[in-house]
């Protein structure tokens, strides 16, 4: 028990790390092979392509919208409309296929969702409001903005059977679901997007250090701002997948998501100071999610154990996260 | 001129409050009536009794995101159990699960110093999740009237929630203006390290406001659920949200060390007040969300213009 503790003392010699550390740093990719190992041998129907596929399919939503909140939390701020804004926009895709047709519908939704994150890329990147009570307020706006657009009603659409909007929720190709197809390929992009340009790196920068990086001369107004177009694009493009896969929508179908999105974020090991943080990692932090979700279900426990399972989850990852940072496993306040 | 400045910056939310009554007793009739008033004051204790424990929390410079949870788990603890325990016992229960998960989260954010931001957002999920797999997806329902006819009680006229919600409103003022304890919160919130420095017990100090905000969370969902009569699972979903709304409108900052009890007192009012009289003019609910939210930003606006000082980096 001793040498327990004493690993997680710091001053060690170069080169040697502490496991505090090690977990620190590689925890979140230690949980994801741990959840796999542990499922994989209490249940034979967890390791499979199929149920891995699945797994997939079943974080596409809230993992979509994830890779774009990791933008605005890598650069300081929150976002919490982004569940209300996923009612939004499946709405009026929904609602809109009937009227206009499908392209023209995802055009619209498109353009709305982003004038929506407009709005709080403006107040969050130009005014400088907090990001937490901005998105709190436009929230309840959102939801507000829903209920009078659809007059409290549900929508659906009526030919189901014979619609290309089809193609984003209930389609695959190459025998991958194209909500996984979509999920994977944008987390790529927007990995790529997020380490190896310009963009990318500035953002880092003004959530990492603002005054530092308004002395090098970055446009943190405008990198804010385009932080949020992107989650509302991502929130879009979520909309897509969920509209398409339940061909219908209700006005609240988004509730809630905000704050599993965070989760999934958190999980990630995105600090929600800013600076730091991958979309990869979060892509493996919802993930983890969706796959204590779907092993403790094949396992027969009840629905909402995994929320349990949450909680303790991320508290512990985000603990050993800050551990590792400290030095010391316990706080000294 | 300067006063006036100060008073709209300080409390713009009493102003808007007043607005709303002088506009709402002008166009409709039965707004100002004191009848409707113990109304409104009833409505507002559920979201208010949280938002006096908010106000500790958020002073402190922490969050709770876990009360609409505890909330659903004191209010289905409470119905529940009464077959079992009676309803002092149940109602004991109840109270007791709120002070547990307050006491939980209080020593998680002190012990591990993760942000409380993620502490209770864990808890909010796992609360939640406990809640259904305890009521499994059922409402409860009190088949003792005694229950549901002490939420609908009145003495001299004004409902005993009311009445209870004053009490605890006015107790949370003093304590927070004239204790120690107050003090510290006010202390803890501006400068977490000055106050370590200065002597104050910084995590004891903050589990003890936890403990605060889960007991009202769970005594506040307990006469929630004597006013209905029953418990849902889904008791309680976006309290968090509307708490926390009520108190930033209240002029308490997220940032830690500034508020008054005062100021959140305007906020659920304003809440209430602008759920109530839309409500007779009969507009439809779903405006009240779009001026709710409108008005948080303008508040936050506000605040922003005239009480923070001006900097390169800010």
Same mark, same amino acid.
């Given at each position: 028990m001793?040498?327990?503790l004493?690993?997680f003392?710091?001053?060690?010699k170069g080169?040697?790390?502490?496991?505090?550390?090690?977990f620190?740093k590689?925890?979140?990719s230690?949980?994801?092979?741990?959840c796999?190992?542990i499922?994989?041998?209490?249940t034979q129907?967890?390791?499979?392509t199929d149920?891995f596929?699945?797994?997939?399919?079943q974080?596409?939503i809230i993992?979509?919208i994830?890779?774009?909140v990791t933008?605005?939390?890598i650069g300081?701020?929150?976002?919490?409309s982004v569940g209300s804004?996923?009612?939004f926009a499946?709405v009026?895709?929904?609602?809109?296929h009937?009227?206009?047709?499908?392209g023209?519908?995802i055009?619209l939704?498109?353009?709305?969702?982003l004038l929506?994150? %407009?709005?709080?890329g403006?107040l969050? $990147?130009y005014?400088? @409001?907090n990001?937490?009570?901005v998105? *709190? /307020?436009?929230? +309840?706006?959102i939801q507000?903005?829903?209920?009078v657009?659809?007059?409290?009603?549900?929508?659906?659409?009526s030919d189901?059977?014979?619609?290309?909007?089809?193609?984003?929720?209930r389609?695959?190709?190459?025998?991958?679901p194209?909500?996984a197809l979509?999920?994977?390929?944008?987390?790529?992009?927007?990995?790529?997007v997020?380490?190896k340009?310009?963009?990318?790196?500035?953002?880092?920068?003004i959530?990492?250090?603002?005054?530092?990086?308004?002395?090098?001369?970055?446009?943190r107004?405008?990198?804010?701002?385009?932080?949020?177009l992107l989650s509302?694009f991502t929130t879009g493009c979520?909309?897509?997948?969920?509209?398409s896969r339940v061909?219908g %929508?209700?006005n609240?179908?988004?509730? $809630?998501?905000?704050? @599993?999105?965070?989760?999934?974020v958190? *999980? /990630?090991?995105? +600090?929600?100071l800013g600076?730091s943080?991958?979309?990869?990692?979060t892509?493996?932090g919802?993930l983890?999610?969706?796959?204590?979700?779907n092993g403790?279900l094949?396992?027969g426990f009840?629905?909402y154990?995994?929320w349990?399972v949450t909680?303790?989850?991320?508290?512990?990852?985000v603990?050993?996260?800050?551990?590792?940072?400290?030095?010391k496993?316990?706080s000294t306040y | 001129?300067?006063r006036i400045?100060?008073l709209?910056?300080?409390q713009p939310i009493?102003?808007f409050?007043f607005?709303?009554i002088?506009?709402f007793?002008?166009s409709s009739p039965?707004?100002?009536?004191i009848r409707?008033?113990?109304?409104?004051l009833?409505?507002a204790?559920?979201?208010?009794?949280?938002?006096l424990?908010?106000t500790f929390?958020m002073?402190?410079?922490?969050?709770?995101?876990?009360?609409?949870a505890?909330?659903?788990?004191?209010?289905?603890?409470?119905v529940?159990l009464?077959?079992?325990?009676g309803i002092m016992?149940?109602?004991?229960?109840?109270?007791?699960?709120?002070i547990l998960i307050?006491?939980?989260?209080?020593i998680i954010?002190?012990?591990t110093?993760?942000?409380?931001?993620?502490?209770?957002l864990?808890?909010?999920i796992?609360?939640?999740g406990?809640v259904?797999?305890?009521t499994e997806?059922?409402a409860?329902?009190a088949y003792?009237?005694?229950y549901?006819?002490?939420?609908?009680?009145?003495?001299?006229?004004?409902?005993?929630?009311a009445l209870i919600?004053i009490f605890?409103?006015?107790?949370?003022?003093l304590?927070l203006?004239?204790?120690?304890?107050?003090?510290n919160?006010?202390?803890?919130g501006?400068?977490r390290?000055?106050?370590?420095e200065?002597?104050?017990?910084?995590?004891?100090?903050?589990?003890?406001?936890?403990?605060?905000i889960?007991?009202?969370a769970?005594?506040s969902?307990?006469l929630?659920?004597?006013q209905m009569g029953?418990?849902?699972?889904?008791?309680?979903r976006?309290?968090?949200?509307?708490?926390?709304?009520a108190?930033?409108?209240?002029?308490?900052?997220l940032?830690?060390g500034?508020?008054?009890?005062?100021g959140?007192?305007?906020?659920?009012?304003?809440?209430?007040?602008?759920?109530?009289?839309?409500?007779?003019l009969?507009?439809p609910?779903f405006?009240?969300?779009i001026i709710l939210g409108?008005?948080?930003i303008?508040?936050?606006f506000?605040d922003?213009r005239?009480?923070e000082?001006?900097?390169?980096g800010?």
């Open positions: 001793k040498a327990l004493d690993s003392k710091p001053g060690l080169g040697e790390i502490s496991p505090l550390q090690f620190g590689h925890g979140i230690v949980a994801f092979i741990l796999v190992v499922f994989s041998l209490s129907k967890f390791l499979s149920n596929l699945t797994v997939v399919m974080a596409s993992g979509t994830a890779l774009g933008f605005v939390v300081g701020n929150l976002d919490l804004l996923l009612s499946t009026l895709v929904v609602d809109l009937d009227k206009v047709g499908p023209a519908a055009l939704m498109f353009v709305f969702t929506i994150g %407009s709005v709080n403006y969050i $990147g005014l400088r @409001l990001s937490l009570i998105t *709190l /307020g436009m929230l +309840s706006a507000g903005i829903t209920l657009y659809s007059g409290g009603k549900n929508v659906d659409i189901q059977e014979n619609t290309w909007f089809a193609f984003f929720g389609e695959e190709l190459f025998g991958i194209i909500p979509i999920f994977i390929v944008l987390g790529i992009v927007l990995q790529i997020l380490l340009s310009g963009f990318g790196r500035k953002i880092f920068a959530g990492g250090n603002a005054t530092a990086s308004l002395f090098s001369g970055l446009r107004n405008r990198l804010v701002f385009s932080t949020y509302a979520a909309a897509l997948i969920l509209g061909m %929508s209700q609240n179908v988004g509730e $809630g998501y905000e704050l @599993l999105v965070l989760a999934g958190i *999980l /990630g090991g995105t +600090s929600l600076g943080g991958s979309i990869a990692r892509v493996i919802v983890i999610l969706a796959m204590i979700q403790l094949l396992l009840p629905y154990t995994q349990l909680w303790v989850v991320i508290i512990v990852a603990w050993l996260d800050i551990a590792a940072k400290r030095g496993l316990f | 001129m300067n400045i100060n709209i910056t300080r009493w102003i409050v607005i709303c002088v506009f007793s002008f039965y707004f100002l009536d409707n008033f113990s109304n409104i009833l409505q204790s559920t979201i208010g009794l949280i938002a424990g908010m929390v002073i402190n410079g922490n969050i709770d995101l876990s009360v609409g505890t909330l659903a788990l004191a209010a289905s603890l409470a529940g009464q077959p079992q325990l016992g149940a109602v004991l229960v109840g109270l007791l699960s709120g307050g006491a939980l989260n209080g954010a002190w012990k110093g993760v942000d409380a931001f993620i502490v209770t864990g808890a909010m796992g609360v939640r406990l259904f797999i305890y997806e059922q409860f329902y003792d009237l005694a549901s006819d002490f939420g609908a009680s009145s003495l001299f006229g004004i409902p005993v929630l919600f605890l409103t006015i107790t949370a003022h304590v203006k004239y204790t120690i304890h107050g003090r919160v006010f202390a803890v501006g400068n390290v000055a106050a370590k200065a002597g104050i017990r910084v995590g004891p100090h903050m589990l003890l406001n936890f403990i605060l889960g007991f009202l769970a005594l969902g307990i929630l659920s004597t029953a418990s849902t699972p889904n008791l309680g976006n309290y968090e949200l509307w708490t926390i709304t108190v930033v409108l209240g002029g308490t900052r940032t830690g500034f508020g008054s009890i005062i959140t007192l305007g906020g659920v009012l304003a809440i209430a007040i602008l759920r109530n009289g839309m409500n007779l009969q507009v609910s405006y009240v969300l409108s008005i948080l303008i508040v936050l506000i922003k005239f009480s000082p001006k900097g390169v800010a």
